[in-house]
């Protein structure tokens, strides 16, 4: 393995290479296809899947996609779940993207509450609009998809305007000459900076051919170096606060952990090191859960008592891609203070007050590891609580969210990916270990309901891709609603993802019944035959449901065999009581009922 | 009936005292909360359903809508659909607007494909978005539903500069002082300009008390009062004109005729005056259809020969409302000299190349009528065509679209509303005269392909409340996938629309196969159990399901008291062949496939 300054130093090199490319005019290169280049690229970063509709200005790109050997075209119902399922994909399979390609404005707009997600909650996502032709767009006829009114003025450039609030960098391919390094550069934004990024592909330019030379310099997925004096120094006040907290020390890692691709270098600073440590909610599987210094979820005042005391004593807290949200913290309840804390980030590092700017964790990391490496002994000592979920012992046969929970973290095998929808689900879960390698998948800062549907499509495929094991969606009855036809999508690509469906009648679950409006209708949702959903979509032979009311028969279900091997695509219907609700979200919805308080009439 | 400037004058007055009554401080009149008043306006407008979803941040004001003695809360499946519901609302319901209700960030995103097409329609749609407390809008903290990241900027107003693209005004509530002023405004802008407006409503101000006084004074919906002398001068050219083409004028009918709401004035310019009529695609049934001096429909070169010829040889052409998309004029192939034109806006009247900013139609027309009046007995002499729809005799049973058109135009009743999604359905349609007071409904400039079934929930609850028959959509299987949950929605309110799903096996139908990719995998949809699916959606009862694959089993159903009498809902499965096409969308995709022409690979 190659140190990180010798990587970095690399990247760096192919990314001057690639900007003198660019400059160079070359010719008798072999010619290649601008929609054909885009895919190249997307081959190299290892995209095998592209999500999206068909739509009048992007189909001559779609017969590229569709002859392309490697990327195959998905095709979902509509783009919101497209744009869901382009994240969920890229969440899973780490190394790449996740990829949506719409049309012209019904299309991309449509598909703008699932980019912002990925922009919310740092998802490497790629949006292809198709766009009508570079003529279209300097004469601006008033085409169908346009917001032409009756004087003539038509706001070609409103959904540009309207992408770049929620991309990170925009490319709108307009001339062949620079139209590959724009694909270069906007690519490059979104694997090194982990976010969306926008590129309109316009109908006459997709079979403009350029010169394909640049495609021999692979993208730099790899910050910009770090300044070694200021690293150095770093480094220093780092062990400096290690040797003052005399081993005294948590780790606690975060969602930009996993975003920013450092679950090895943390792996390595856990293990070496032997200091205790904590996950925050969006964090979760970052780290093993079942690694005997792990001690669970840190969610402010909402953790559990036992975690929240080891967490908030330590004398120094090696925060690792932190990111604040209201769900990921307790509702802003941390009890840390920063002159106790060093904060890793992508391109920056806090040491107490002091800001580092331009020191990301990804060299730093290893660096860190080394330096500590020593300290383990002591650090050992400190104890951590054991993280585990008892199944408790209740007098009825109601399937409660106290019980349901351990009960199906009894069920996880190693490997799974494991998808839980904003709400019950992702709090439900939270106090239930998950298995060596599995995935924890959930939007808990953005938390756009339905959005693990979509999502769950898109992780299947990945954890194909990644030699992963089963996907498990769980969600409730509400949220399904308004994903839910690209059920039929996983049945039209044999994925066999088992769904349970939690089905307490509304949107209990999905924070509101909580929050607010206990009794009120508006959290009512009309209830469906939910175990004949599959079979109308498409599903009869390859797809099996049940329905399950007690205990009893959950547990009978998951300690079946050909249930557990999932050869089919599976849906639970888990009958749960109304007013339910798992203890970490009674316990937020309470905080944010305070925040949130409605005067009284 | 009061004159038109009378009204305009009366408007301008009530206009007057609503600026009066914001610059006064009123102490003493009866305290309402903002949420109250904003209802108060809507009620008002004769608005009778809110669409859109529950979300913490609109939960208080939902509390008000759900305790509103007129105003129905509806509840959708998602926020896109809720979107389209309040725009098909707004389309059949004349004189009141459509709102939508949504939550920041994650609903409202989701919305904004639904918005942008009102807006591209010119369809009067409020947008309300809950959102955080002024006091959190100011301290900005990481909530869920905003685009944290890991330096602590959060962008809370990338939602409103995204809502700024797709409506013409929006009222940012932040203040008690300014909230009823800034809700006049808006609901002024929306039922003027006919446009979508959006608003937001933070938390902390719902409840919050203001006066109720300006609610004495009714918004005005008429426009500014034209120039009387700027008038006049346009009345004298008209005339002029008219008397030149010594009475060879037709008048052409076009979708701002409806948005604009001068249908009577309208009908009372042809039946005084007896110029031969015709209409536009998005025109249609804006006269009616059965009107003996009805020629049917103009669509540039895709009109039939006999209406081309009848049209574009005119010596005159009085132009109402004319919006000239691409799908509206038989991709811009309109031949019609604008030395031959007079074209009569909302806002702005041209008179051959002479532009008058300011005239609108609204108070014009009936002048024009009155001066016109005369010539009535020479203009009905100009030979206007039969517009009828003859049944073809086929030697097989298959269902084509040639067949299909022209027999469910035998099924129609007066006062159906008649839903046609973009595409096969859309096209099809044109030929067939509707019945007298019939509304047709269709998407044809934006062309957002699954809106007809948000669409045609909301328009179904506006024609209960008009007086109206039989809602009836037209919608393609490829459609139907995108938007299908709002089916539950019309179960759960016992709406009884009938639904033909027109089965041809993918996206045929949609324009995308016939514009290019006829064999490609991308148009390709997997194929659902159509007649199993209300039944899942809850409907086992109150719905009734029918594949249909023949001609006479078709014919056979339409016959059919009971079916005729939609006492339930309704879900016609028509298998029809997957290459076949209605010939106007035949001829539009040869047109736009030049125009969109990919360079050969």
Redesign the interface.
Known sequence: MSTPQASSLQAEVDRLRLQVESLQVKDGSEPI?IGNYLLARLEQLKVTKMFGL????N??F??L??DHPTID?V?N??E?NAAYAADGYARVKEHSIGVVLTTF??GE??A??GI??A??E?VPVLHIAGV??TT?QKTK????????????VI?YD??I??AE??SISQAIITDKNTAASEIDRVLTDCITRARPVYLTLP??L???KISSERLKIPLSRLPPPNDPDVEAFVIDEIAKLVEEAADDVIILVDA?AIRHDVRSEVNELITKTGFPVYSAPMGKTAVSENYQRYGGIYVGSISHPDIKEKVESAKLILSI???????NTGN?TYSIPTSRTIEF??D?TKVQYAAFPGIGMKELLPLVTARLHACSAVARAVPVPDFTAVIPQEDNNVISQAWFWPRVGRFFQPKDVIVAE?GTSSFGILDIPLPEKSVFVSQ???????WTVGSTLGAAFAARDMGLNRTILFVGDGSL?????EL??M??HGLRPIIFVLNNSG?TIE??RF???KE??????????WT??L????G?DVSKSYTVTTKDELSALLDTQSFADAGKIQLVEVMMPKFDAPRALVQQAEL?GK???????
Not at 481 to 485: D, P
Not at 520 to 529: A, E, L, M, P, T
Request: charged share 10%; aromatic share 12%; with cysteine.
């Open positions: 296809a068909p739509g009048d200005f189909l001559g779609l017969d996609v569709e075209w095709g119902c509509n919101l404005g019904v707009l449509s703008i509450n912002a997600g922009f919310s740092m009508p032709s279209q006829p008033m085409l169908h998809h346009t917001l032409g009114d009756g004087r003539q706001l409103a959904y305007k309207a609030n929620f109908t006459n997709v079979y403009e930009c891609g932190c990111l604040k949200s209201d769900f802003f980030h992508s920056n904003t808990i800062l953005w938390g756009s309901i339905g609603q308004l994903t839910v036809q039929s999508v049945l039209k949107y924070a509101s929050l607010h409006g009120r209708k508006y959290n009512d949702i009309s209830n469906w035959n004949g959903l079979g109308v979509l498409g009869t944010s925040t949130n308080a409605y005067v009284a009439i």
